[in-house]
């Protein structure tokens, strides 16, 4: 049917026959999307007279917002905090390859490492956005090296660092740049940690707490300088205790500053957590759960010896090991099995299991107006799954950029 | 008048979507213009409850219309009463309505043509009545402060030029309206009342609808049913439109 649309000439494309994620619900309706962004329908019928120009028919899937993955050290042999020659074409592959597990968005995490890596791989990651060549970068992770030494899990320790000297310079002279940083994990009990938090949070980059033996109040005080995240919760920390929660006890805080609201990192690969765990969080602070994969280099390949940055690790199954040790060191989790097996373990419903890995990390980064979901006017990245939450096609800007062979591999 | 009688609130729907239906089909494609009665003014388009977002959300957005052929009166044009004779233009120019459906108040009130309004109006502003706004403030969360007071409507003389009218009927809260549209005289506080005066009206009801009325009137209406159904079947598409062309209008008449 002829269009005539007053705003733009773009083509129209309409996905019908789909239940799509909206305002916390799967609601039975068409998703429109033009220039890349998820159009208003209503708007585009009585103000611009305007109608789709291509149909397509989703076979009632589940349209959900792409999942946004915070914390990724690397995958199919590319390690993100090894300053290799090729390190650009390492990180083109890791986010071509993640489409496929439905991540649309993603933060390259970098552990703890020599001041020279930093020096070497920060200026080759770019704040990008996604599409056919993979999914969109949106800032750098830096875990370490301001952690704790008691707490370092797969960390190498000769690499760790304090800032006590000269706080936020001294930050600054270890990674050289902030530009494309968007978290940065640091222990919050370190001396001159507030002024580094307030810094940091200053110039727009979000503060997460790990690999640290703060006590509540140590997490709390962070909290108030400005620190919005927890670096995979449970996981190298001080347990919970009852008469001191540590960082733990963030999750139902009185301390929190009003409108502000303290996300969580959860690794639900069924290994970083049990179950049971993984359940008490939830259940204390759903609205804070961020979903992540701590993904390896090791994830999508056999299992056997990788790296993780200084440090060997060992894979077997699924477990991810410091080579000769019991000590877990990342994952090699997929994204889309993190989802799946989080609705298992909580029995939470569908939307919840996509919102934990689309919409939280968006509202953790600031970036909910235009990432995390399928509102008008958003960028339209989006999914299509099945029932089961295996994803079927990938789309960043409303283009299909990964689709599941149809012979099933 | 025909009166339709059935069973309940679906099946009244069901009923009237068919009769619709097969009127379409026998009217041809061609033109086809389709006109919406009513907007509270004040509303902005996409407010969830303007008839913009009724319209799209319960109708548009579910069929293959084309934007150009959509007319909804505007409550947030500059001049009301411009926006309503260009609004009697439009509808002479489309050639005027073929088809007019609507329901009724429980006062009465034909599209919003209050309890007083002349039977020979044509669009305009109306104020609301109070049964109105009250009726009209479930969809405002119960809030009486934040439903429109005025509206754009067609008047009770537009709707009379039309070349037929149903009027959909539902519910025991309307029964006392249907027994003063039908069995009462012509009368400008139940402005329904002024189809007894239309030669093609037809009104499509449940039986909850009829508690009002007298038992002589519901058999004898009930009893034309096997006729009155031929109207509904068979039902008619557009494929087998040449086939049918060839068959009278309607089978029979009032």
Known sequence: MPSNKSVSDAPIVQFTNCRILRDHQLQREDLWVREGKILNPEKLFFDEKGSADV???????????GFIDVQINGGFGVDFSLATDDFKSGIDLVSQKILSHGVTSFCPTLVTSPPSVYHQVLPQINVRNGGAHGAGILGAHLEGPFISKEKKGAHPEHCLRTFEAGAFQDLLATYGSLDCVQIVTLAPEMRRSSEVIQELTKRGICVSLGHSVANLSQAEEAVQHGATFITHLFNAMLPFHHRDPGIVGLLTSDKIPAGRRVFYGMISDGIHTNPAALRIAHRAHPKGLVLVTDAIAGMGLAPGRHTLGQQVVEIDGLNTYIAGTKTLSGSVATMDTCVRHFQEATGCSVETALEVASLHPAQLLGIEHKKGTLNYDSDADFLMLNDSLYVQATYIAGEEVWRQDVSGM | MKLIILENYSQASEWAAKYIRNRIVQFGPGP???FTLGLPTGLPKDHPESYHSFM????????DISPEN???????APDLQAECDAFEEKIKAAGGIELFVGGIGPDGHIAFNEPGSSLVSRTRVKTLAMDTILANARFFDGDLSKVPTMALTVGVGTVMDAREV??????AHKAFALYKAIEDGVNHMWTVSAFQQHP????????DATLELKVKTVKYFKGLMLVHNKLVEPLYSMKEMG???????????D
């Open chain 1, 55 to 65: 149909q397509l028919d989703c076979k009632d899937s589940i349209i959900a917002p």
């Open chain 2, 32 to 34: 086809g213009r389709f």
């Open chain 2, 56 to 63: 799209w959300n319960n109708f548009f957005k579910h069929i």
């Open chain 2, 70 to 76: 959509v007319h909804i009166l505007d409550g947030n």
């Open chain 2, 166 to 171: 149903m009027i959909l009927i539902t519910g």
């Open chain 2, 200 to 207: 093609n009206t037809v009104f499509v009801c449940d039986e």
């Open chain 2, 243 to 253: 086939a049918e062309r060839s068959q009278p209008k309607k089978p029979y008449s």
